[in-house]
Antibody, heavy 124, light 106 residues
Framework: EVQLVESGGGLIQPGGSLRLSCAASGLTVSSSYMSWVRQAPGKGLERVSITYSDGTTFYADSVKGRFTISRDNSKNTLYLQMNSLRAEDTAVYYC??????????????????WGRGTLVTVSS | DIQMTQSPSSLSASVGDRVTITCRASQSISSHLNWYQQKPGKAPKLLIYAASSLQSGVPLRFSGSGSGTEFTLTISSLQREDFATYYCQQSYTAYTFGQGTKLEIK
């Protein structure tokens, strides 16, 4: 079965650090485009980071300089290192796979696989 | 950033109803528009990609249309399991989501 399982969330004080993990099975993280998407309580969805199969990374402005996405190919696991956490980082964090389909001459990208999420609460 | 605006923000409907949700982009995104369904406590689930392509395993009562800046998600005959929150998402440049449409039972 193809699945993603997040872990590592919890309660952390403002200014603290946390590392989230996303263990993959049935797919190879190293050859996939993988993202972290968060959802604040009662709010919408925001992609915070993506890592491409060539190792290129991208961060949303809201987390740039504080969060780092990485992967361990030997463990087939994606990570999100979160430093200098703020109250506004409180959210459920999902890992998700980016896929694309080519239709005519265009490539269309979407999230086709999501984990169940892990809750990060930043509070004193 | 491209802003995505969904309407309505919430909607009450009955089993068997035909429902349409609209998503507007702040600039043209061609057909780079996806729709997701999210139930409480669960991850989003992909329904439609490329504006109108049905994801494998998604019931045929779901359909998407539109291009440029205006898109719609239609559920032809609501089933009980369809009551959820629906999000549009553009993948034209970076990714941004709409604010969601909560579909509730009337």
């Amino acid at each position: 079965e193809v699945q993603l399982v997040e872990s590592g969330g919890g309660l952390i004080q403002p200014g603290g650090s946390l590392r989230l993990s996303c263990a993959a099975s049935g797919l190879t993280v190293s050859s996939s485009y993988m993202s972290w998407v968060r959802q604040a309580p009662g709010k919408g969805l925001e992609r915070v980071s993506i890592t491409y199969s060539d190792g290129t990374t991208f961060y949303a402005d809201s987390v740039k300089g504080r969060f780092t996405i990485s992967r361990d190919n030997s463990k087939n696991t994606l990570y999100l290192q979160m430093n200098s956490l703020r109250a506004e980082d409180t959210a459920v964090y999902y890992c998700a796979r980016d896929r694309n389909t080519k239709i005519a001459v265009a490539e269309y990208w979407y999230f086709d696989l999501w984990g169940r999420g892990t809750l990060v609460t930043v509070s004193s | 950033d491209i802003q995505m605006t969904q309407s309505p923000s919430s909607l009450s409907a009955s089993v068997g109803d035909r429902v349409t949700i609209t998503c507007r982009a702040s600039q043209s995104i061609s057909s780079h528009l996806n729709w997701y369904q999210q139930k409480p406590g669960k991850a989003p689930k992909l329904l439609i990609y490329a504006a109108s392509s049905l994801q494998s395993g998604v019931p045929l009562r779901f359909s998407g249309s539109g291009s440029g800046t205006e898109f719609t998600l239609t559920i032809s005959s609501l089933q009980r399991e369809d009551f959820a929150t629906y999000y549009c998402q553009q993948s034209y440049t970076a990714y941004t989501f709409g604010q969601g449409t909560k579909l509730e039972i009337k």
